[in-house]
């Protein structure tokens, strides 16, 4: 099972971005998945997380700026991020439960880079 983050990048302040996380593999379902976003000098912070039915919890930081959302065809998750700020820069991972042929596990994707910077 791999994940695959993508999107990340140099934006302004007040500027959008949208993150993808694809699960690649012999997958038989796939639990809640979730970004996380660490900055330096900081702990790694949960930012947002959907649920396998749809539900959708955010950081307080982050609510009403960020929206997660998935295509399970495509078996897909992405963070769609808003009026992003300075304090928004991070390295944006990706993590999920996944249930395969093995057995449930969580896996982490390899980050992407959000800079917002004038």
């Known amino acids: 099972v791999q994940l695959q983050a993508s999107g990340g990048g140099l934006v302004q302040p007040g500027g959008s971005l949208r993150l993808s996380c694809t699960v690649s593999?012999?997958?038989?379902?796939?639990?809640?998945m979730n970004w996380y976003r660490q900055s330096p000098g900081k702990q790694r912070e949960l930012v947002a997380s959907?649920?396998?039915?749809?539900?959708?919890t955010y950081a307080d930081s982050v609510r009403g700026r960020f929206t997660i959302s998935g295509d399970n065809a495509k078996n897909t998750v992405y963070l769609q991020m808003n009026s992003l700020k300075a304090e928004d820069t991070a390295v944006y991972y990706c993590?999920?439960?996944?249930?395969?042929?093995?057995?449930?596990?969580?896996?982490w994707g390899q980050g992407t880079l959000v800079t917002v910077s004038s």
């Open positions: 959907i649920s396998s039915h749809g539900g959708t």
């Open positions: 993590n999920g439960g996944v249930w395969t042929i093995d057995g449930y596990d969580l896996y």
């Open positions: 593999g012999r997958i038989h379902a796939i639990n809640d």
